[in-house]
């Protein structure tokens, strides 16, 4: 027989939680009213949700895949803002009948993305529904937060992390494929570059955003806070062997993968010109003004507006 | 036609919340990566979680409503670590037909509800769900946080707030009827004593919580965190007329409202015996050593052991 949440109840599955949850020292967790942490500079917070059905299927994902995804999309905008993380929050509402070891299952995923990071889980909310809804809030510091807007003319763009990876693996597991295995594995527990957000705010990032929405997609949303235009240079933009290769077998264009995919959380910012750019950031284009035009993305100094098309970047 | 949310998109939905949305100066809200706020001492963070047809009905509850009982359940939660509250974030998985003016209310409910407390919400995230699952992050702040931990033999037990309104409210409710509409109101909308929590911390007190899962569960998680037995005094506990006539008409024991009822969100705490209660708190009892016997509940004396029975009261 399998042990449900059900099972166990709320409070004791709350406990098994708890018991598994290593907690800071100097810290309050899970088990009060509210968690307490003692934070420095500014604190910075993102919450992000994740749904049965919607943002993943348990075909492709087991629990604790949906751990580490969870915990990484707000890890990462953490990360866009130039902070660490220091506690997360998770709000698991799920079916009475889930198995508990599935549900401690994620949280193991959540925590082992955040222990690298000295990051610790401090509290949540259990609740049923009928549909598995993973909500991971993130809290983080940082003494010099890098926002959408302060993109300048002149500027280099760059980009860290992988791009186009997980949206690959998506496309290798819908089409009923199990391989290449480092595709699928990144889209079942991507690595966004945590470090190199804190890294880009101590070089004098002007703007950061992570990639969760497209590359373009989300280029465009820093120029567009920014008021002014991003110019990508196409022969910079990164296009692994790896996904050639898959691409071709998939007969997929590759670049729909590297501009329209956001589940790697790539970090993209903008650095003054002069600045040695941060280890891990590769430029991939720069500012430039928009010139009376509306701000937004531009290719190889054309404009780009579709919503998204990689016919408008060759 | 109803515009539904499915019409104006994610980020139609987002640009219209923050429209309406005020933000602190100093601060960055929504439309970034993450929020930043400027925190003083300890911070202080908290989620939960309300989903439709199990903690809400459309029936019973507008969208304002919503807005107001998701934001009370975090908000009272950071009270009742003594802290205040800074700032929110909304994580709102709604179906895709929803009405954009269902959303909007829902906010519309969250900001009125922390408005006078100073706090401004401050971003979150907005997805599809086929079922609407609303989940409210607070953070707040305090200089000396009050655990569940810290109750000691001889301290006085107190509870501020009303304690039993919400759940008379919810039985009128669920009869189908609409009044007495100060209960019907206190379901819809509960007032918990916000206040009284920084105002607990300041006095001394030695533990509280806030009560979200009935008056004795609740004190008894109190007292087992403590390792103490808190003895309540059923002549102290508050029973209003408006609950006695209401229980009368409704041929139920007031007392099960009192003492099963959550969703007041009332607080509870302990005090060293010489302070002078703070305004707003009134006794129901005293805390006791366990002499041997499992820290807990005891009513009048005698040790109190069910999951709920007001027979044990009597």
Redesign the interface.
């Known amino acids: 027989m399998v042990q449900t949440v059900a099972d166990v109840g709320e409070f004791g599955l709350i406990d098994l939680i708890a018991e598994r949850t290593p907690t800071e020292s100097n810290a ?1 967790g899970i ?9 420095h500079g ?8 994740l ?1 049965e059905g ?2 993943f299927k348990h075909d492709w994902s087991d629990a604790a895949d949906v751990g580490h995804r969870a915990a990484a999309a707000s890890l ?3 990360a ?2 130039g ?1 660490r993380p220091r ?1 997360l ?3 698991l ?1 799920i079916p009475a009948d889930t198995a508990v070891s599935w549900a401690l299952e994620l949280v193991d995923g959540v925590i082992a993305e955040i222990e690298p990071l000295s990051a610790y889980l ?4 259990v ?5 598995a ?1 993973v ?1 991971v ?4 510091e ?1 003494n010099r ?1 890098v ?3 302060g993109a300048r003319v002149g500027d280099t763009l760059a980009i860290a992390g992988r791009q186009g990876w997980a949206a690959a693996g998506l496309t290798v597991l819908s089409r009923g494929f199990r391989s290449p295995r480092a595709l699928v594995n990144a889209y079942q527990r991507p690595h966004p570059p945590y470090e190199s957000g804190p890294a880009a705010a101590a070089a004098g990032a002007t703007a ?3 990639v969760s929405d497209g590359l373009l997609g989300d280029v465009r949303h820093l120029a567009q ?1 920014s008021g002014v235009l991003a110019d990508l240079d196409s022969q910079q933009v990164p296009v692994s062997d790896q996904l050639v290769e898959t691409a071709s077998a998939f007969n997929v264009d590759p670049l729909t993968w590297v501009l329209a995919g956001g589940d790697d959380h790539a970090l993209v910012a903008t650095f003054p010109a002069e600045v040695n750019l941060p280890e891990m950031f590769n430029p991939i284009g720069r500012i430039t003004d928009p010139a009376g035009q509306a701000p937004g993305v531009s290719v190889d100094g054309r404009p780009w507006t579709g919503s998204l098309g990689h016919d408008h970047f060759n």
């Open positions: 309050i088990g009060d009213d509210a968690a307490v942490v003692q934070l500014h604190t910075v917070t993102s919450v992000d949700t749904i919607r943002h990462a905008d953490i866009a803002m902070a506690s929050l998770l709000a509402a401090v509290g949540g909310d609740c049923r529904s009928d549909v809804t909500s809030t993130a809290v983080g940082t937060p926002t959408r807007t950061m955003i992570d806070a």
